[in-house]
């Protein structure tokens, strides 16, 4: 068994060391562990510093591709390197490297396919307390698209086993945390959730640069997300809410047109009609997301199979 950690890093060399010295190179269950960097176009030396740190494996991009990306890019390169399992945490040394132990066991026990760390937000004081609170009503809108009930959904300090992190697609390029629990509680996936620690913070959040931003890239990711995986539901529910408001304004010109007083209500009948024929082409769009939909699903698993195929060859 073989447990890769890594770590996305973009300029991190006066915190990298730190959270290198601090993770583990054996940890039970597994006969390697093995540490990966994903240089997200650093222009300072923190290559140099994992390197000297004893790095086993490090991608480099030449440009700045973002923290989604990259998080990609790296469980596509851990899994090349035959991981069975593979732990993501920070190059600021956010979480305590010591619970990676506790972070993997449901893993080896077979009890789930992807493990979160819950930090204890209440009780992190460099938190702000809008921090705080933006934290739980984010994890909460997760916890309803996804259909799990994992309280810390923006954590970064997570485990997944080689047939989960096979399956993730982060079509997003602000942030892989919310959409990978939504993507993986849409797929069904075995999720749960362990407290973990956190350590002193040693510099301001590079995600968060203000609060009013990260409300409005979560708000617009979690929406997208849930169009991208219940396409039906959400197209189908416009257009029957545009249908219902027509029909409805269709109903009450019938009543005065009956009533002998329809002449002066044509707005209401032109109205009526722009809303019912805009609700039923918004249903017709249902069927034909729901489609493409099922279409995503089969290229998914025909890429899915087709890795397994080929490390299996290996």
């Not at 970064?156 to 399956?167: D, E, H, N, V």
């Not at 890239?217 to 997208?224: G, V």
């Not at 002998?260 to 019912?276: E, P, R, T, V, W």
Request: with cysteine.
């Amino acid at each position: 068994m073989k447990l890769i950690i890594q770590i996305p890093c973009y300029n991190e060399a006066k915190t990298l060391a730190i959270a290198l010295k601090a993770l583990p190179r054996k940890v039970e269950g597994f006969d390697k562990v093995e540490w990966l960097i994903i240089n997200d176009g650093s222009s300072d030396n923190s290559v140099e510093i994992a390197k000297e740190c004893g790095v086993d494996h490090i991608i480099s991009f030449r440009k700045n591709q973002g923290l989604a990306k990259v998080f990609v890019a790296g469980i596509r390169k851990a899994i090349d390197e035959g991981a069975d399992v593979i732990v993501n945490t920070d190059a600021d040394n956010q979480y305590n490297a010591d619970d990676i132990p506790k972070l993997v066991r449901p893993i080896l026990e077979e009890k789930a396919d992807f493990v979160i760390g819950a930090r204890p937000i209440s009780e992190i004081e460099h938190f702000s307390i809008s921090k705080k609170i933006l934290q739980k009503l984010g994890s909460l809108a997760v916890r309803l698209a996804s259909n799990t009930d994992i309280p810390d959904a923006p954590s970064g300090f997570r485990a997944m086993s080689r047939t989960c992190a096979s399956q993730l697609n982060v079509f997003n390029n602000y942030t892989y945390t919310l959409e990978t629990i939504i993507q993986a509680g849409q797929k069904n996936m075995a999720i749960m959730s362990v407290p973990i620690r956190v350590n002193e913070d040693l510099r301001p959040s590079r995600l968060v640069k203000s609060i009013p931003n990260y409300i409005k890239k979560s708000i617009i990711t979690i929406f997208r997300m849930f169009i991208v995986y219940k396409p039906f539901l959400f197209f189908m529910s416009v257009g029957i809410t545009f249908f219902l408001a027509g029909s409805c304004i269709g109903g009450r010109f019938l009543y005065y047109f009956f009533w002998g007083n329809g002449s002066g209500h044509i707005q209401s009948l032109i109205l009526a009609s722009i809303l019912i024929g805009i609700g039923f082409q918004t249903m017709l769009i249902a069927f034909i997301a729901d489609l493409l939909a099922v279409n995503r699903r089969l290229l998914e698993d025909i890429k899915f199979m087709e890795g397994v195929r080929r490390n299996a060859a290996k």
